[in-house]
């Protein structure tokens, strides 16, 4: 039997070459990925990756993509099992499933913003996920809770709060500095500290 028919003995091929590409990640870094390795990993032939991604870097864009995919469906996830009663909620959800995904797929985390490639895939998935962000922001402005900030530098900033913590739990850098070991609690007191603080309601208070 020939290495062509490889395809059928793995039912997805391209699916179990990504699968590989995040054990490689996982095990040298993105600079170590090669498609001899992936290859290998996947028990194919060395011709398989570029057959089906092209080159090295269509293989990790693929990767990316799926990343991208995997962070919206975990922010959907966690604001279906809350139920967000407004937009600043509703920002604090995403908050949490941003981390989760990111602690929970950390070779995915690592290679979506280190590639900045053009494809309609990428694109979409990429700006799918950054969507689900803007239209909880545009929530917040319409009750008014952006108090006067602009929508572009809160949905930034929110998104730079979450990625930082993300990649500084998944460096290690927070064991000694922070007593809450639970990436998960830890992503919920941040996200509810941002809201608060950026996005209060004053009628409430009074």
């Not at 001899?36 to 269509?58: E, I, T």
């Not at 693929?62 to 962070?71: E, M």
Request: net charge negative; aromatic share 6%.
């Amino acid at each position: 039997m020939s290495r062509c028919t490889v395809p059928y003995h793995h039912g997805d091929l391209p699916a179990a070459l990504l699968d590989a590409v995040q054990s490689a990640v996982t095990d040298v870094g993105v600079s170590g990925v090669s498609l001899r390795d992936v290859a290998r990993r996947s028990g194919v032939s060395h011709s398989a990756p570029a057959h089906h991604f092209g080159s090295k870097a269509g293989l990790l864009t693929a990767f990316a993509t799926t990343g991208y995919q995997l962070l919206a469906a975990s922010v959907i996830a966690e604001m279906a099992a809350c139920h967000p009663a407004d937009g600043p909620a509703e920002l604090a959800a995403i908050g949490r499933g941003y981390v989760r995904f990111a602690v929970g797929h950390p070779a995915h985390f690592e290679v979506m913003f280190r590639l900045d490639p053009a494809t309609p895939e990428f694109i979409a998935a990429s700006e799918a996920a950054y969507g689900l962000l803007l239209a909880t922001i545009e929530r917040c402005r319409a009750a008014g809770r952006l108090h006067g900030r602009s929508p572009e530098l809160v949905a930034v900033s929110a998104w730079s709060l979450v990625h930082g913590l993300s990649a500084l739990w998944i460096s290690g850098r927070l064991a000694e500095r922070i007593t809450e070991q639970d990436p998960e609690r830890l992503a919920a007191a941040v996200s509810d500290l941002f809201v608060e603080a950026v996005l209060p309601d004053h009628a409430r208070s009074r």
